[in-house]
């Protein structure tokens, strides 16, 4: 199973440690893949650490869970670039999962339309 996480500048430390923390050690040991990706190499974070993606956000084409860990704001529209490769998951099966405001990112993929969703 490959699964990734969706990074993006600004993000929060804790809602990029809680699907690493979720999908961790024990998916690694079975043989899975954890891949965190992004747009950027290098990301500031909201707490004001700097961490750097391993993966290319292109990665998500072939990931069979994709996830978006939380978003900056509800005022702010997720990029484009996510919002695009969300929908693209979707399409070809993927399973997609908003964490926190990360819902906010599905939506505006369309992938909430005409289905119930609940989010903190």
């Not at 199973?1 to 961790?24: C, E, K, N």
């Not at 990706?37 to 004001?48: M, P, V």
């Not at 956000?57 to 900056?72: K, M, N, Q, S």
């Not at 695009?84 to 906010?104: M, P, S, T, Y």
Request: charge should be negative; glycine fraction near 10%; hydrophobic fraction near 50%.
């Amino acid at each position: 199973m490959r699964i990734a996480i969706i990074a993006y500048d600004h993000i929060s430390p804790f809602m990029l440690s809680t699907p690493l923390a979720v999908f961790g050690e024990q998916l690694l040991a079975g043989g899975h893949q954890v891949q965190v990706c992004s747009d950027q190499f290098r990301l500031n974070t909201s707490g004001g650490m700097i961490i750097e993606a391993a993966h290319r956000l292109d990665a998500v084409d072939e990931a069979d869970i994709v996830i978006l860990p939380g978003w900056r704001s509800v005022d702010e529209p997720v990029l484009p670039d996510i919002v695009a490769k969300l929908k693209a998951a979707d399409a070809r099966g993927a399973i997609v999962v908003g964490l926190c405001l990360g819902a906010f990112g599905l939506a505006e993929a369309g992938l909430l339309d005409r289905r119930r969703a609940t989010t903190h």
